[in-house]
């Protein structure tokens, strides 16, 4: 059979053999004991690469952002975050659920939200109003098609949520997507951040988990949830160690994701009947929007399917295409080739 050219998510990615085998060697232990060697290791490289004080290994990105707003706020309290956040769509309400917090959105631009929007979120004190505890921001903006927020822009907007009283939550599912993209170091990125999520199943590429990273005594209350919401694992170094892989090796590896992306983006941008909003095409994510009224996102990801080639529905009129690790040049030129085909 060919290939499967998987563009669905930067999560597909499968475990090189390189992985398998550290993965296969790692040292483990109880880590609900802390006795996880691989596991303590990878939260301090974590935090040291991320410039915090301390990490905390989640299952999943979806964890650690809930036990983020759970450690960082009170029931009934407000947080402001962007519509198309994964948080705010894509987790189950689990803020809601679980954390008991009330979303206030901001409909910013690609995922985007500026300073002045973020001002006029935050509401001064009134008896009618919620006390809003916690700002989030996604970097980069996964549904805002891979866009990144620069040092800049992170820095004023913490600025001004730390000036009414909020804290800062990143979720950096694609923080080193964004770091690359602009060349800084992942640290400068998340500077003015009191916490920040960040993905290893994603495009580094380990088969499983988040890190959330923040001060010490964040971290051991955090730690406290993640055993409350059953994330305490145990011989955990197994899965821990392939991160540790991902975070030494993988990183820069993430600009050939971009490059493609924007092959891709390039590639697809003169055909008839779609479009692609370039300006977006920053990282990994390529989003092509239908303009055709004879063809559907539905209909166009089935004809590509078939073709062997996976994307994902974002809603009627648009597909996500993802580049990762497991998807190379010579991809991308079979992709272009076919849209060409069926867009003729
Ligand atoms: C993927 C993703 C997450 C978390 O995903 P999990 O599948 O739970 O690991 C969080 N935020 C963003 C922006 C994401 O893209």
Redesign the pocket.
């Known amino acids: 059979m060919e290939k499967i050219i998987d563009l669905r998510s930067d ?1 597909v990615t499968k475990p090189c053999a390189k992985m398998r085998e550290l993965m296969a060697q790692a040292e483990v232990g109880d880590d609900v004991y802390g006795e996880d060697p691989t596991i303590n290791q990878l939260e301090k490289l974590a935090a040291e690469k991320m410039g915090k004080e301390a990490a905390l290994f989640c299952a ?4 650690s ?1 809930l036990i983020a707003v759970l450690t960082h706020t009170s029931r009934g309290d407000e947080i402001i975050l962007e519509k198309s956040s ?1 948080i705010n769509l894509n987790e189950v309400g689990g803020a809601a659920m679980i954390a008991g917090v009330m979303p206030n959105t901001i409909i910013g631009a690609n995922g985007k939200v500026s300073v002045r929007q973020l001002k006029e979120a935050i509401r001064p004190e009134n008896i009618h109003y919620p006390k809003a505890t916690l700002l989030c921001l ?1 970097n980069t903006s ?1 549904f805002g098609g891979g866009t990144v927020y620069t040092v800049e822009e992170t820095k004023e907007l913490a600025a001004v949520a730390r000036e009414k009283g909020l804290k800062l939550h990143i ?1 950096g ?2 923080i080193f997507n964004a770091a690359v993209y602009l060349k800084v170091s992942v640290g400068e990125l998340v500077l003015e951040a009191d916490s920040v999520s960040f ?1 290893l ?2 495009g580094l590429g380990a088969p499983v988990g ?1 890190v959330l990273v923040g001060t010490k005594d964040f971290i051991d209350k955090a730690r406290k949830y993640r055993k409350m919401l059953g994330g305490g694992l145990r011989q955990a170094g197994i899965i821990a160690r392939a991160g540790i892989y991902a975070l030494e090796n993988l990183v820069d590896r993430l600009e050939e994701d971009h490059e493609n992306a924007r092959k891709l983006a390039l590639g697809l941008k003169s055909l008839k009947g779609i479009y692609i909003p370039l300006d977006t095409v920053q990282t990994n994510i390529v989003m092509v929007d239908i303009e055709r009224s004879d063809l559907n996102a539905f209909e166009l990801a089935k004809t590509l399917k078939n073709l062997g080639i996976l994307v994902s529905i974002i809603n009627e009129r648009r597909l996500r295409f993802v580049t990762h690790r497991d998807v190379t040049s010579q991809d991308i030129d079979v992709v272009i080739e076919v849209m060409e085909k069926l867009l003729a």
């Open positions: 999560t999943s990105g979806t964890m952002n994964h996604e996964n979720d599912a694609r993905c199943s994603k988040s």
